[in-house]
């Protein structure tokens, strides 16, 4: 199991897509109306995991392997419910958690004939919300079928989508928790490579466009039980025109001055902070183009995929 309080930072930009609609408002991407940031829940931002996981890595109920939150058929109709999932495993608790990767890393309300089980997931995101602000666009279209049968007019479809949006998260890893899920370092690093290899894999219609672009995992000295906090707050885009006429990494450099001093001034707490980063994107420190290996008082230790 994991012995080290963690700390996430994850951005990811999206190019003409709706990143995370609200069926309760025509599943337009949603908007704080107030500022013109667009927000993605971090349920979204799970279920980008859990997909991944199940449709890359074998968590599909085979070899010991499962997701636990996941859509199947019921034998009596439509999809199971949580009291159907839990039978799967014969309502046994030690099999769920060493089945079931998503209820170690997100915890999880497991419904027993008798009472109901919650697990406190040991990994927890806030809302992600974007560096820039958006505007949404609105895109009308016709479909590919007659609006009826033996009529010669087609049917319309339109969907809103935002031009451009760099978003980021901020998450937690609390190695307390991990303790009563069974976290192990495995699953984490699991979790780094489902965060950002599911993100570049949301391939369908209304989600083409997503592009992973950084992710650091601060891992904290055991024992600490500390952390910084609002990491996604000490970032901020470098740009030269309108912000929301931003399209593309190219338009902008992202400002981690707060960030690394944070880093630095915590130095002492941090053994070490894992990374995978976009080659394209333009990172800036103290006004100038740098590499995050460049920063001597902290061990950067670098992922690929």
Known sequence: MIKNRQEILFLYDVTDANPNGDPLDENKPRIDEETGIN???DV???????????NYKGYDGSDGKDIF????????GGIKDGKARAKDFKENLDEILEKAIDIRLFGGVIPLDKASITFTGPVQFNMGRSLNKVNLKHIKGTGAFASGEGKAQKTFREEYIVPYSMIAFHGIINENAAKETRLTDEDVDL???AMWN?????ITRSKMGHMPRIMLRVVYKEGQNFFIGDLQNKIALNFDMEEEKI????DYSINLDELIDELAQYSDKIEKVVFVADRNLKLSYKGQGFDLKDIKEIQFQEKTF
């Open 39 to 41: 927000i993605v829940t």
């Open 44 to 54: 979204r931002l799970k279920r980008t995991v859990r997909d991944y996981l199940y």
């Open 69 to 76: 939150v996941r859509e199947i058929e019921s034998e009596k």
């Open 191 to 193: 979790l780094d490579e």
């Open 198 to 202: 599911g993100t570049k894999n949301l």
């Open 247 to 250: 399209r593309t990494i190219k």
